[in-house]
């Protein structure tokens, strides 16, 4: 028994902030840089009054709706994001309630930029196991610009806001014959890179106090350089492990999507792989880095733009913080 996405959605907050306003902003020349060596051209920031799950609302919607769904069609609403509304409680009871999806069970994940992957890895692993669970909800999402150190120009400029989001249900039996749905998965961790990025104030090893403040703990920071070859490394690593456990070769693939951080680490995957690099759909020029949310709301542009074929093979692949990584395999279930 397998899953399928029926549904997809994204959703980017209104306020689209160009290139130009960190050249002026910096009084240097960012746009080079952002645009030869991030491939990004605009991005989106969250306004003061919106929360991450605000920007969540709008995807979800937008998901159901392609799939045919309402919020009371909903079992389980699962939201990978590392920047929630709250410590606690989780995001994903407050988009339940926003929703109004009163039959869904909620959790939140926190695997970074890989939460994405890993939430439909584990609503796949959901809808396999019990039948009570006939439609899940899966949400990436990134409010990340409310954690920004002002003064830190190569990450204020690069990274952005946004929310993707997926429906989730059971093969039918016709899916199931044509080998439709998530065929293979495999989760990762390089545990080593936990305190290279991240946010480390606000929990309990370093609660909220004067001092974590000064030292802007409580905002986004890279404390330690990752070796800047680890994803162009893993991610030829996890695509061979995942064909291999398919019976698939790297041809047949008609679609990748990894974590849009770097187009370089990109580049760099397809050569390894000897794959043509119009395979690899990116979205940084129009989103920035929108790490959880970077992963859905790139297959909902893809499907938006038509590109997803009944019966074609997808390699869905995360690497956040933590060192965290999710990948996927999935032969693709409907036309777009």
């Not at 370093?206 to 490394?233: A, C, D, W, Y």
Request: proline share 4%; aromatic share 8%; charged share 20%.
């Amino acid at each position: 028994m397998r899953a399928v996405i029926c549904g997809l959605g994204l959703y980017a907050p209104p306020n689209v902030v160009e290139n130009s306003f960190f050249d002026q902003k910096y009084n240097r020349d960012m746009t080079t840089f952002l645009r030869d060596q991030r491939n990004i051209a605009k991005r989106h920031f969250m306004s003061a009054d919106q929360a991450t799950s605000d920007l969540i609302l709008p995807a979800a919607e937008q998901a159901m709706k392609r799939a045919g769904l309402t919020a009371r069609d909903l079992d389980l609403i699962i939201v990978a994001t590392d920047t929630p509304d709250y410590v606690s409680p989780s995001t994903a009871a407050v988009v339940q309630h926003k929703l109004q999806a009163t039959r869904a069970g909620t959790f939140d994940i926190n695997t970074a930029c890989a939460g994405f992957a890993t939430g439909t890895e584990i609503a796949s692993k959901f809808l396999m196991a019990d039948e009570r669970y006939q439609h899940i909800l899966v949400v990436g999402a990134y409010g990340m610009s409310k954690y920004f150190d002002w003064d830190d120009y190569k990450v204020t400029s690069v990274f952005a806001d946004g929310a993707g989001a997926a429906i989730l249900r059971r093969a039918t039996p016709a899916e199931e014959a044509g080998g439709l749905g998530i065929l293979a998965s495999q989760l990762a961790t390089e545990g080593q890179y936990h305190d290279y990025m991240g946010i480390y104030a606000g929990g309990t090893k370093f609660p909220i106090s004067t001092e974590t403040v000064n030292k802007k703990m409580h905002l986004l920071q890279f404390t330690k350089r990752i070796p800047p070859e680890t994803n162009g490394r893993i991610w030829p690593e996890l695509t061979h492990a995942l064909l291999d456990r398919v019976g698939a070769k790297v041809g047949d693939v008609k679609h990748f999507f990894f974590t849009q951080i770097n187009i370089g680490s990109i580049v760099e995957t397809m050569r390894k792989l000897q794959a043509p690099q119009e395979r690899a759909h990116n979205i940084m020029d129009q989103y920035g880095y929108t790490g959880s949310a970077c992963l859905p709301m790139a297959l909902a542009d893809a499907a938006e733009k038509h590109k997803l074929k009944r019966g074609d093979l997808v390699i869905v692949i995360g690497s956040g913080g933590g060192m965290s990584m999710a990948a996927l395999a999935m032969r693709w279930a409907y036309d777009t």
